[in-house]
C-alpha cells in the first residue's frame, strides 16, 4: 500500500465523476483551495484501477492519498482535509454542534442514501416511491431553513453533503414545489458558491439540463 502512496508528492484523490460522495471530498478541496490531482476512475484504465485496489481494499471511489496516508471513506476524508486545512472552517467549535452536523450527516447518509438508491437502480414503481418520499421529507425540512446555510450562519460539512443531492434533483425528476421555496433558495446559494462550481466534472454539469417534471 505505501509503494503507491509513496510515488505521489502531492494529495490525489480517485473519484468518480457522478459519485454523489466524491462529490462531497471535491467540494472540501475547493473551499480549503487545495492543490490535488484528481483521477477519474470512470475510466477503464488497468493501471489506476490497480492502484486504486494495493490502496483501498474495495477499490472505492472517493479514495484520497496524502503522502504515505491513504483514507477511503468520504466521510472520514472530509474531516481529515478539515483538520488538516483548518481554514476556513467546515465545522461547528463546540462540542455539541459538532456532535449535531456528524448525527445530521449520518441522517442523510442512511435515510436518503437508501431512496437515492432506490431512485437510480430500483425498478420503475420503487423508484417512484422513492422520489415521492425523498420530495417529502425536502417538503418537510423546509421550515428548518431560516439560516443562510443548514441550521448555521456558516457553510459546513453537512452542506458540503446536501449540495450534491440538490443538484441531482433534476437526473431523478424531482421538481421542489413552492411550500419548499426555503430550500430552492438554500440550493441558489449553494450552487452560486465558487467553491461548488470548480467542485463540478462535466458530467454533473450536464445533470443540470435535464428536463424536470412536477412530482404527482
Known sequence: MAIVANRRSIMTLYSKSLDIHSHRVRIVLAEKGVSVEVINTDLNDEDKLEDLLELNPYGTAPTLVDRDLV???ANIIMEYLDERFPHPPLMPVYPVARAKSRLMIHRI???WGELIRKIETGKAAEAQAARKELCRDFINLAPVFHTPYFLNEDFSLVD????????????????LPPEAKAINKYAERMFG????QASLTEAEQDLRKVEKFEMA
Do not use: A, H, N, T
Not at 458540503?160 to 421538481?175: A, F, N, S, T
Not at 458558491?193 to 461548488?196: E, Y
Open 71 to 73: 483514507l477511503y471513506d
Open 109 to 111: 447518509d442512511r435515510e
Open 160 to 175: 458540503c453533503c446536501m449540495g450534491p443531492i440538490l443538484w441531482r434533483l433534476p437526473k431523478w425528476g424531482i421538481v
Open 193 to 196: 458558491r465558487d467553491s461548488f
